[in-house]
């Protein structure tokens, strides 16, 4: 093969290579889905810490990470025993915060029946409120708690959800399952007004803004590549790992 053959045949494997697609740096989207423009941030008076399932963090539409994107003053934490993680454990351990785990279950407090006095009185009031939400498949979201010995000691709370997800493009265990967005929307609207955030404004409804533009998004990409057989089966393969 001559120098002329061999730049030719390196053309020809560099034209037939894959192009990947250049990612979003902050939500971690390629270019076209990437919903930065729609995020508006705002402080919900409550500290949220997000931990992330490592196999949630690589999904097309990770709605731990819309919401610590919307958030101001929350974090973003991936992992999956937190036991021995210090920065998890000095939040914990943060004597400014009240730290509860937002999770389903007989040992929870249930928040939804609670008028605002009742609400407020489950939190000390010389302390912010710190909320942990975990961030995975139901599966992945009770091993989690399972292996995490610092989870274990956070009081429970829990709500009862006021009507179904809005998580088309994925497959929920029951119409009362929320995401995480939702989740977390749900309970700063049950107790923000206890916490000093105004509900009234609705500044919370910005999760559900970037949340349900995400979701119709996807939507609109699973139509076109349905509409499309002969097209690239990248969005079909999305389609596949969201459910």
């Not at 731990?64 to 998890?88: A, C, E, K, P, W």
Request: hydrophobic fraction near 35%.
């Amino acid at each position: 093969m001559n120098i002329q053959e061999y730049h030719l045949k390196r053309a020809t494997l560099l034209q037939e290579a894959p192009q990947y697609r250049t990612l979003c740096t902050t939500c971690i989207q390629p270019q076209f889905g990437c919903y930065c423009a729609q995020v508006n941030t705002f402080d919900s008076k409550i500290n949220f810490v997000v931990l992330i399932h490592p196999i949630e963090a690589k999904r097309r539409i990770a709605t731990g990470r819309m919401s610590h994107l919307t958030l101001n003053d929350s974090h973003l934490i991936q992992g999956q025993d937190y036991t021995q993680d210090r920065y998890v454990n000095n939040l914990i351990n943060d004597s400014e915060y009240h730290s509860v785990i937002l999770y389903p279950g007989h040992q929870s407090k249930n928040v939804s029946p609670l008028n605002r006095e009742e609400k407020a009185a489950l939190f000390p009031t010389d302390k912010k409120l710190r909320i942990f939400v975990i961030d995975g498949t139901w599966a992945t979201a009770r091993k989690m708690v399972r292996l995490s010995e610092n989870l274990k000691q956070i009081p429970r709370i829990c709500f009862t959800p006021a009507k179904p997800s809005n998580f088309r493009v994925r497959k929920q265990p029951g119409a009362e399952c929320y995401s995480t967005i939702e989740a977390i929307h749900h309970t700063i609207e049950l107790l923000g007004d206890s916490q000093g955030f105004n509900t009234s404004t609705r500044e919370h409804d910005h999760l559900l803004n970037v949340f349900d533009y995400m979701v119709e998004r996807q939507l609109e990409f699973i139509r076109e590549s349905n509409a499309n057989p002969k097209a690239s089966t990248y969005r079909r393969e999305a389609q596949k790992k969201s459910a």
